[in-house]
C-alpha cells in the first residue's frame, strides 16, 4: 500500500485487548493522518486464506484501485485478534466494500434481508459471511448470530441508523448495537465515511469513480454494568457522538494527488 504521512511521527506499538474484563485496558497509537492509494493494496487478505475470500480480497483490489480515490485519516485501531464491532454511518451501498478495504481483517456485516436476497447477492454474501436482518421486526435469528460470530473473535460490521441516511445529518442510532456489546462483553469501534457518493444509486455509485474520507476512532466507552434502559440509551448516545466527532471537514473530499 503506497502510504503518504502527512504529520510524520513514530508509529506506537499495536493496541492493546484484554477480555473479558468489563473495564476494556485499551492502548491506542495516536492517530496519523494518511492519504493512501490503494493501489498496492496486498493480493491476498492477512486475515483469511480460505480461496473464495483471497479471490474476492484480489477483485476488490484492483477494483478500488482502478476507479476510487480513497483517504484514511485515522487508520483503523481494530487489533487482529479478539471480538470487536465497528460501527459507522451509511451514506451508500458501497461503505461495506471502502470500510473492508481499509480494515486489516474480514469485517461480518449485518445487511437488511431485502438486499441479502437479491438473486444475484444472496450465493455471495452467505460466502462472506454475511448476517441478514429483517428490518420489519426484532430479529431473533440475526441476533443470535451476530452473538455466535463475536464468540468466535470475529470483528461484527454494523451501520447502526439502520438504513442509508437520506440527508447528509447522522441519523439517530438503533441501541441494538449498545445491547449487543455489553451483553457481549466486546469493544466497539466507531468510523465514519463522507464521499462523494451520497445520494447516488447503488449502481451509480459503484461504476463512477468517487472521492471517498473515512476515519476511525478509539473504542467508545459507556457504562456496562446492566441493560437496562436508560444505561442502553446513555451508550447508544455515546456511540453516536463518537461517531459525530469523526466526521470529515467540508474539504477532505478533493482527489488525491497521484
Request: aromatic share 8%; glycine share 4%; net charge positive.
Amino acid at each position: 500500500m503506497n502510504i503518504r504521512v502527512l504529520h510524520p511521527i513514530p508509529r506506537p506499538s499495536t493496541s492493546l485487548v484484554h477480555l473479558p474484563s468489563p473495564d476494556l485496558s485499551l492502548t491506542f497509537p495516536t492517530p496519523l493522518h494518511i492519504s493512501f492509494s490503494v493501489s498496492d493494496i496486498s493480493p491476498f487478505p492477512p486475515f483469511d486464506h480460505r480461496p473464495f475470500i483471497c479471490a474476492a480480497w484480489r477483485v476488490l483490489k484492483y477494483y478500488l484501485r482502478g476507479l476510487h480515490h480513497i483517504t484514511i485519516t485515522h487508520p483503523c485501531p481494530i487489533p487482529l485478534a479478539g471480538p470487536a464491532i465497528l460501527v459507522c454511518n451509511h451514506i451508500s451501498g458501497l461503505d461495506p466494500v471502502v470500510l473492508q478495504s481499509a480494515c486489516p481483517h474480514l469485517v461480518t456485516w449485518m445487511m437488511a434481508r431485502e438486499y441479502y436476497d437479491q438473486p444475484l447477492g444472496r450465493w455471495f454474501f452467505q460466502r462472506i459471511g454475511a448476517i441478514p436482518v429483517d428490518r420489519s421486526g426484532r430479529d431473533l435469528a440475526a441476533t443470535r448470530a451476530a452473538f455466535r460470530d463475536l464468540a468466535a473473535g470475529h470483528t461484527l460490521g454494523i451501520f447502526p441508523e439502520g438504513r442509508i441516511a437520506p440527508t447528509p445529518d447522522l441519523q439517530p442510532f438503533q441501541t441494538g448495537v449498545a445491547l449487543v456489546a455489553i451483553k457481549a462483553n466486546v469493544p466497539v469501534y466507531p468510523a465514519c465515511i463522507e464521499g462523494s457518493m451520497r445520494n447516488l444509486d447503488l449502481l451509480e455509485a459503484f461504476l463512477y469513480p468517487q472521492r471517498i474520507t473515512i476515519a476511525f476512532g478509539p473504542p467508545v466507552l459507556f457504562d456496562r454494568s446492566n441493560t437496562s434502559r436508560p444505561t442502553i440509551n446513555s451508550a447508544t448516545a455515546a456511540i453516536h457522538a463518537a461517531v459525530l466527532s469523526l466526521r470529515p471537514p467540508p474539504n477532505a473530499l478533493s482527489p488525491l494527488t497521484p
